[in-house]
């Protein structure tokens, strides 16, 4: 596990690692996450080892709405609720499998532009332990076991937010799967 700083060096290796099927710990707007390219059957799998957890749905951050486009379709209220809260902490459920935002944290919207994809953004912890804001607990958490992240982008302490909203959409109702960081009344806003 390689743990390099936030700059402009260790997001160009960061990049790397990512675009070769490496999984990442990286700074995101709520928490830190672990992933890597979201379509990648070997990078789910090595996820999923990390994780100790069986559940293959995961939340994912994307450079921008243009990217997040090139990979999903999105309806006309989903493009709606993306311009209103992107970059933000609003995930906006694509598939059965997948819930994608933009998120504000300028690092993880560079490594998704960066891998040319949306990543896997699911929280850098065991499956069941408590969400860290702090890179030197992750690094802790995962140092003595046998899966482990082939990299952390060590970005300190990051401060204490919610984590994000999930909703999805059918038609034109929007029903929010997980309550978080972005209300029931800005949702409903619309």
Do not use: C
Request: glycine letters at 6%; charged letters at 25%.
């Amino acid at each position: 596990m390689k743990i390099i700083k936030p700059n402009k060096i260790g997001v160009a290796v960061a990049i790397k690692v990512l675009r070769a099927g490496g999984v990442v710990v990286y700074p995101t707007d709520t928490a830190y996450a672990l992933g890597g390219i979201f379509n990648s059957p070997k990078v789910i799998v090595k996820v999923l080892k990390i994780k100790k957890r069986s559940d293959r749905k995961f939340t994912l951050v994307a450079a921008s709405l243009y990217q997040v486009e090139k990979f999903f379709k999105l309806n006309q209220p989903e493009k709606k609720l993306a311009r209103k809260f992107w970059p933000g902490p609003l995930s906006i459920a694509v598939s059965a499998q997948f819930a994608v935002r933009v998120p504000k944290d300028k690092i993880a919207r560079e490594l998704a532009r960066g891998a040319g994809r949306p990543l896997i953004a699911t929280s850098a912890n065991l499956t069941g332990g408590q969400t860290y804001y702090d890179s030197e607990k992750i690094i802790k958490q995962f140092i003595d076991k046998k899966f482990q992240p082939d990299l952390v982008v060590n970005a300190g302490k990051l401060s204490h937010k919610k984590t994000s909203t999930i909703v999805k959409v059918s038609g034109s109702k929007i029903e929010i799967v997980r309550s978080g960081a972005v209300s029931r009344q800005k949702i409903y806003q619309l």
